[in-house]
Every structure is written in C-alpha cells, then in structure tokens.
C-alpha cells in the first residue's frame, strides 16, 4: 500500500519553476498530510481512512454532531453524509444517537471503541508535526503553526475589481 498512497503525492519544488498560487500549495500540503496518515495509519493497526471519512470525523472532533449540520458544512447531500457516517460506523470509529434535543434527529458522536484507537491516532498527529517541524525547520514550522491557528471564521468576499487588481498584478 506504502508505495501506492506515495506516488498520488505531488511532487514539490519550491525553489524553481513558475509561480504557483498559494492556494494550489495548500492542497498539496493536505495532500501530503492526507497520505503521510494514511501510510502511518495502516503500519500502526489504524483504520486507514478516505479524505472523505477524515474530514468528517475532523469535524465531528470540533464539536459538530448534527449530520445535517455536517452536511452544510462538507457542501455535501445528507444522503453523502450518511453514507460516510455508515462507513465510520462500521469501522467502529462513530455512533449513531437520538438527539435529545429532538427525538426525531440525529446526533453522531466518537464510539466507546474508537478510544482504544485515539492514542495512537493521536500520536501519530504529533509526529507528523515532528516530522515536519524537521524538514521545514523550527523557525519555519513555528511561523506555519502561528498562521494556521489564526482566526480564520470569517470568510472574505472578492469583487469584479479585487479579481481584476489581482489579475493586473497590482497587489
């Protein structure tokens, strides 16, 4: 599997070639996140998980229990989120409750199970942080961590004229 999961990471070059967009090189930074968990995942008895089952039980770690909530949130249908809930379900990584608030809705929260599993999940997190802080360097890694931890709720509008300005390259 290692060697399957490594070649669908991009190559990175930072020091030559054309530009890129700031935003193409985030994506390949969730990519190399994504595959670095996957590889470590499966050589530590983790359930190896799809970006999709990720990002969901990211975000049921942040506090978001409503699977339509969820829904909104992954710009998906409910029907799409139900189907990764199910998967997580049967991985025993999610449950499935009765809202209490509302005996007609759901709520989906971290199975009994899956706490036997969080320690090493956890681990391995930090150590792909480890890993990183050693290849970008600790100044660099510290700089990083300071900006993804910043207050990014809100969530900016562009105008005609601010894609015009960017594209004129008058930034």
């Given amino acids: 599997m290692g060697a399957n999961v490594s070649s669908r990471v991009p190559k990175t070059n930072s020091t030559s070639g054309p530009e890129v967009a700031m ?5 390949r930074i969730v990519e190399w996140w994504q595959t670095t968990m996957e590889t470590n995942s499966a050589r530590h ?9 990720s990002v969901l039980a990211a975000h049921v770690a942040l506090g978001e229990h409503r699977p339509a909530r969820l829904a909104a ?8 989120v139900h189907s990764v809930i199910n998967q997580l ?22 199975s009994v199970g ?20 050693e290849r970008v360097g600790v100044e660099d890694y510290e700089a990083f961590r300071r900006v993804l931890l910043s207050d990014w ?9 601010d894609l015009e300005r960017v594209s004129a390259g008058k930034v």
């Fill in 45 to 53: 008895g983790l359930p190896v998980l799809t970006r999709s089952q």
């Fill in 114 to 133: 899956y706490a036997s599993l969080n320690a090493t999940f956890q681990a391995l997190l930090l150590g792909v942080e480890e890993k990183l802080r």
């Fill in 153 to 161: 709720s809100e969530v900016p509008t562009l105008s005609a004229a």
């Fill in 23 to 27: 935003g193409t090189s985030l994506m």
């Fill in 89 to 110: 379900v049967d991985l025993n990584i999610l449950v499935l409750h009765t809202d209490p608030a509302d005996r007609r809705g759901r709520i989906v929260d971290f």
């Fill in 73 to 80: 949130k992954l710009g998906v249908s409910r029907q799409a």
